[in-house]
Structures are given as structure tokens and as C-alpha cells.
């Protein structure tokens, strides 16, 4: 699974450094009765409370359901985020097993409403650099209270978190509603 997470992050890393005016004209844009395409940066506010999120995202879900448009993405890009979403897909039936192996389940308990995958995302992030407060490129300002993402939670059983080289991963809040800390990936501890 190393090599495809390398393809991908060298695939978006094309998709995100193609010019503004190109991804602004060319790429699809986000759509919310598909959940596929590009978010620009500024887009997007998973937290409405705060200013909007400093990330670009491309979105695209399973192949067989036909939702896709790679119109305007890179050479070989689409390829590469499919064999992304294939490896991706066996990991998430691999970890349904588990987890039902893991409560003494019967073993297909979770892995029965993940047939179709078709409430699935494959999600691409970019963090472009910023240095707030500087005038944003999406709806609003960005202010000194902006952060990449808003605090929110993400709605499914599995969330995937693939990090880059050098990332530091995110802050995760623990639900009995202790103070953010620690970091995906062991940073923060």
C-alpha cells in the first residue's frame, strides 16, 4: 500500500500546483448533490463559527457509481486516484472485518452495508502556505482567527488519514470534551 500512497501524494501535489486560473476555469467544481470535484480554497467553513478553511480539496467517490469528472486534472492523475481508491476500499474491508472480529461479531456484520460504497469519499487536501491576517482568496478575509480546517467531525464508521512526509498531523479532542492535543501520527504527544 506504500506505492500507491506515494503515486497519490505526487498526483495531488500536480493537481494543487497547476495554476489558480486553470483550476478556477478548468477543474469541476465541487458539486453537493455528488459530493465530487474541486474546492478552492475559501470554499469551504466546516466550522461556520470561524472564518473559512485555508484548503484546496479534490473530491471523487467510487468509480462504479460514475460520479467523477477528471476534466482539467493533470496527465495520469486519474489513474493514480483510482488505485488510491482500490487500496483504499480493501483497507476499509479489511478493517470491517477486524472490527467485528475484534466485538465477536459475525464476521460480515459491518461488511454488509459497505457493498456498495456509495456514501464513500476519497478526499485530496492541500494546505497552501498562509501567513494570517492577509487578505484571503475565498469569500472572507482571512483573519488571525482562521485556522486550516474548523473543528468538526467526520460523519461515517472509517476515517483514512494519509499524512505526508513532514506533516504534523491534526489535533483530535477527546469526546468527553477535554482540551485539543496530541496529533494523528504520534507528533504532540
Known amino acids: 500500500?506504500?506505492?500507491?500512497?506515494?503515486?497519490?501524494?505526487?498526483?495531488?501535489?500536480?493537481?494543487?500546483?497547476?495554476?489558480?486560473?486553470?483550476?478556477?476555469?478548468?477543474?469541476?467544481?465541487?458539486?453537493?448533490?455528488?459530493?465530487t470535484g474541486y474546492a478552492p480554497v475559501g470554499l469551504e467553513s466546516l466550522n461556520r463559527a470561524r472564518p473559512a478553511d485555508l484548503k484546496e480539496a479534490f473530491n471523487l467517490r467510487r468509480p462504479e457509481?460514475?460520479?467523477?469528472?477528471?476534466?482539467?486534472?493533470?496527465?495520469?492523475?486519474?489513474?493514480?486516484?483510482?488505485?488510491?481508491?482500490?487500496?483504499?476500499?480493501?483497507?476499509?474491508?479489511?478493517?470491517?472485518?477486524?472490527?467485528?472480529?475484534?466485538?465477536?461479531?459475525?464476521?460480515d456484520y459491518f461488511l454488509r452495508s459497505l457493498q456498495r460504497f456509495d456514501l464513500?469519499?476519497?478526499?485530496?487536501?492541500?494546505?497552501?502556505?498562509?501567513?494570517?491576517?492577509?487578505?484571503?482568496?475565498g469569500r472572507q478575509p482571512v483573519s488571525s482567527s482562521a485556522i486550516?480546517?474548523?473543528e468538526h467531525t467526520d460523519f461515517g464508521a472509517y476515517t483514512f488519514l494519509l499524512l505526508g512526509d513532514g506533516a504534523q498531523g491534526l489535533q483530535v479532542k477527546s469526546v468527553a470534551g477535554g482540551e485539543v492535543g496530541g496529533a494523528a501520527g504520534g507528533e504532540g504527544e
Open 65 to 107: 457509481l460514475g460520479l467523477n469528472n477528471f476534466a482539467g486534472c493533470p496527465n495520469g492523475y486519474e489513474e493514480t486516484a483510482l488505485e488510491l481508491w482500490r487500496a483504499l476500499e480493501l483497507a476499509a474491508r479489511r478493517y470491517a472485518l477486524a472490527c467485528a472480529l475484534a466485538l465477536g461479531l459475525e464476521t
Open 120 to 137: 464513500c469519499t476519497l478526499r485530496m487536501l492541500h494546505y497552501p502556505p498562509c501567513d494570517p491576517p492577509a487578505e484571503g482568496r
Open 148 to 150: 486550516r480546517v474548523g
Open 1 to 35: 500500500a506504500a506505492e500507491p500512497r506515494r503515486g497519490a501524494f505526487a498526483a495531488a501535489e500536480a493537481l494543487f500546483a497547476q495554476p489558480e486560473e486553470h483550476k478556477r476555469e478548468r477543474l469541476a467544481r465541487l458539486q453537493p448533490a455528488t459530493n
